[in-house]
């Protein structure tokens, strides 16, 4: 007896499985904090103008990790965090423009020019 509202339930979970994924808003959103970070401003030497912001993340770390990125290509410049900041607003419009797909990948491009933010 107890199938028939089993099979509703899985329904019901598959059709919320869409608004459960992230959104290209919040990637957006937390890559902001990334490159509006302390850490942004060590790399390029100058700080966003409401000041540096905190990831508020329970796993940050205090300090950064000793020693070189083991990828000699996620090394940050401040010359990849501006890059970073100006795809950042290409995928911000592409989200506004109800291009989810194209804001993903715009995100992920900003995400390699920003590098390994300390």
Excluded: H, N, W, Y
Excluded at 83 to 105: D, I, Y
């Amino acid at each position: 007896m107890r199938l028939p509202f089993a099979l509703p339930a899985a329904l019901l979970v598959l059709a919320a499985g869409p608004a459960l994924a992230s959104s290209c808003s919040e990637e957006i959103a937390t890559l902001q904090r990334r490159l509006d970070s302390a850490g942004a401003e060590q790399v390029t030497g100058t700080a966003p103008a409401a000041g540096p912001t905190s990831s508020d993340s329970p796993k940050a770390l205090k300090k950064p990790p000793a020693g070189q990125p083991s990828d000699p290509g996620s090394k940050p410049t401040a010359g990849g965090v501006g890059e970073a900041k100006t795809l950042l607003a290409q995928a911000s419009e592409e989200e506004k423009a109800g291009k989810a797909e194209a804001c993903r990948q715009t995100v992920m491009k900003a995400k390699e020019k920003a590098g390994a933010l300390p």
